[in-house]
T-cell receptor, first 114, second 112 residues
Framework: DAMVIQNPRYQVTQFGKPVTLSCSQT?????MYWYQQKSSQAPKLLFH???????NEADTPDNFQSRRPNTSFCFLDIRSPGLGDAAMYLC?????????????FGPGTRLTVT | DQQVKQNSPSLSVQEGRISILNCDYT??????FLWYKKYPAEGPTFLIS?????DKNEDGRFTVFLNKSAKHLSLHIVPSQPGDSAVYFC???????????FGTGTSLTVIP
């Protein structure tokens, strides 16, 4: 089945210790997104790639970086995690950008910062 | 600034009855609206969508209604089933960008 895969499902890191979350897709979609979701809040878009074009949301902290080495993979790097970065991180894909296309989500990675 | 709002954090409905979930938006540029369903420990899954050129879209037990003048959409589930118990997110996008904007979700509980 075509899908969006996120690894690991649960990640524990120490305060200030860099961490990388990964996402892969078998859908061959052009657009990949990273969202941060905290409890009882809306998923918050951090950035997205349209093909190789990187788009950063204005309020995404500099602490968050992303890489998309090829169509299938996208990584979220948190350079110095703080306690406030503990959240669910959702990866999503969309065949195209703009209206008319839905997103497909991975299961998420639950990040804990100790 | 929350551009998509779901003002009811939770909703309980008896099995077999209608569930109505509501969503409001502020950005008049939004022209595509989606509903997602999320079970615990899973990512959201796409449920149904509607373009701004329509005011209704139906898929089985699920119907989405769009009122552009009121900037309001709703999801109707008839009849509701216990398996529908989940968190429902409303989302919107504009053709001018690639972003999707999400509401905070409504937790639906269908009581057997």
């Amino acid at each position: 089945d075509a899908m969006v895969i996120q690894n690991p499902r649960y990640q524990v890191t120490q305060f200030g210790k860099p961490v990388t979350l990964s996402c892969s897709q078998t859908l061959n979609h052009n657009v990949m997104y990273w969202y941060q979701q905290k409890s009882s809040q809306a998923p918050k878009l951090l950035f997205h790639y349209y093909d190789k074009d990187f788009n950063n949301e204005a309020d995404t902290p500099d602490n968050f970086q992303s890489r998309r080495p090829n169509t299938s993979f996208c990584f979220l790097d948190i350079r110095s995690p703080g306690l406030g970065d503990a959240a669910m991180y959702l990866c999503a894909t969309s065949r195209m950008g703009g209206s008319g296309y839905e997103q497909y989500f991975g299961p998420g990675t639950r990040l804990t910062v100790t | 600034d929350q551009q998509v709002k779901q003002n009811s954090p939770s909703l309980s409905v008896q099995e077999g009855r209608i569930s109505i979930l509501n969503c409001d938006y502020t950005n008049s540029m939004f022209d595509y609206f989606l509903w997602y369903k999320k079970y615990p420990a899973e990512g959201p899954t796409f449920l149904i969508s509607i373009s701004s050129i329509k005011d209704k879209n139906e898929d089985g037990r699920f119907t989405v209604f769009l009122n552009k003048s009121a900037k309001h959409l709703s999801l109707h589930i008839v009849p509701s089933q216990p398996g529908d118990s989940a968190v429902y997110f409303c989302a919107a996008s504009a053709d001018t960008g690639n972003q999707f904007y999400f509401g905070t979700g409504t937790s639906l509980t269908v009581i057997p």
